[in-house]
């Protein structure tokens, strides 16, 4: 009997199904946003060191949404003979990218910002007329970066549920940062308003405060990217505790008759896990090709998230293995 492959979108629930169709069309939405957003900023930024940081900040905002439609696209690749494993971890390769880009720029940033602080440049904002009558621009940046503090809100609260039900640590990431955002808006606001009243460092300052921001988005991307490459052990998102899902297999293999103590690494390859079970059978002599079989397959079609599930027999459980339990409802609860 062939064994169908997990992950293939004829296998996965319709949950999931709906999840991967929402996360995709809020990442348009949010590319689509930021288009707009990058477009008014670099028309009215003038040459303040704020205005100019949070333009960059919304122009690296496109590269973690954009990533996760390329790596969404890339994963759903069918597995090959030169990639056995499928194409799954091209999620973790957008991550890493998504990353990386946000250090790189974020540094530089704060080097310039930093640079402009040291050397007491003062940024000056003009004034436009207006129906004949004479206005400062900085209201028009401070009213437009107020209005721009609620639509990264709304869909960093609407990418966060589907984030998790994937599993999806690019987008989970990119919904934080759409969180955070109101901090560099109103950052923004503050340095606007300070070069107002004649407190010329406020812009500078404020543009240090959100390169930080962008720093710390960077790093924590990076962090999560490479920690799922180097195939540590998978966490829930945005809780640090080991994910439920290899506790729920230990607990499947626990159930068998001929299985006395079960233990397992697993990997992560984006959205999907790859179990690796070690069992110490109660009589190593009775167990069969047919059991090893049965045991396997009850343990693919537990959960969409398990990709492949290899069970090997041993004398002796390793004490790296981990060896807790869990239950369903735990899972669907994460």
């Known amino acids: 009997m062939s064994t169908p492959i997990r992950g293939d979108r004829s296998m996965t629930p319709d949950a999931v199904h709906n999840a991967t169709r929402k996360c995709v069309i809020l990442a348009w939405w949010t590319l689509g946003y930021l288009v707009v957003d990058t477009i008014i900023l670099f028309m009215i930024k003038g040459n303040s060191q704020t205005m100019q940081a949070a333009w960059i900040q919304d122009l690296l905002g496109m590269v973690p949404p954009l990533a996760f439609l390329i790596g969404v696209r890339v994963a759903r690749r069918k597995a090959t003979r030169a990639h056995p494993y499928g194409y799954a971890q091209a999620m973790d390769i957008a991550h890493l990218a998504a990353g990386a880009a946000l250090v790189g720029f974020g540094g530089f940033l704060l080097f310039e910002s930093s640079m402009t602080l040291v050397a007491r440049e003062r940024p000056d904002i003009g004034q436009f007329s207006l129906f004949g009558l004479d206005m400062w621009q900085g209201w028009v940046m401070i009213a437009f970066m107020f209005i721009t503090i609620f639509p990264p809100l709304l869909l960093g609260r609407l990418k966060m549920k589907p984030a998790k039900v994937l599993h999806s640590k690019a987008l989970f990431a990119d919904a934080r940062m759409n969180r955070a955002d109101w901090m560099a808006g109103t950052a923004s606001i503050v340095g606007i308003a300070g070069i107002g009243m004649g407190v010329w460092w406020a812009d500078a300052v404020a543009a240090i405060l959100i390169s930080l921001d962008i720093l710390e988005d960077g790093f924590k991307n990076l962090k999560g990217s490479l920690s799922s490459m180097m195939d540590s052990v998978p966490k829930s998102l945005g809780e640090g505790e080991p994910h439920p899902v290899p506790g729920l297999v230990n607990a499947r293999l626990a159930e068998l ?78």
């Open 257 to 334: 008759e001929w299985v006395k103590e079960v233990g397992n690494r697993t990997r992560e390859e984006g959205h999907f896990f790859h179990v690796d079970a070690f069992v110490v059978p109660v009589d190593a002599n009775m167990v069969t090709a047919a059991d090893l079989i049965l045991a396997r397959e009850s343990c693919l079609d537990l959960h969409w998230k398990i990709h492949d599930v290899s069970i090997t027999p041993v004398t002796e459980l390793s004490p790296l293995l981990r060896t807790d339990t869990a239950t369903l409802e735990e899972v669907e609860t994460d």
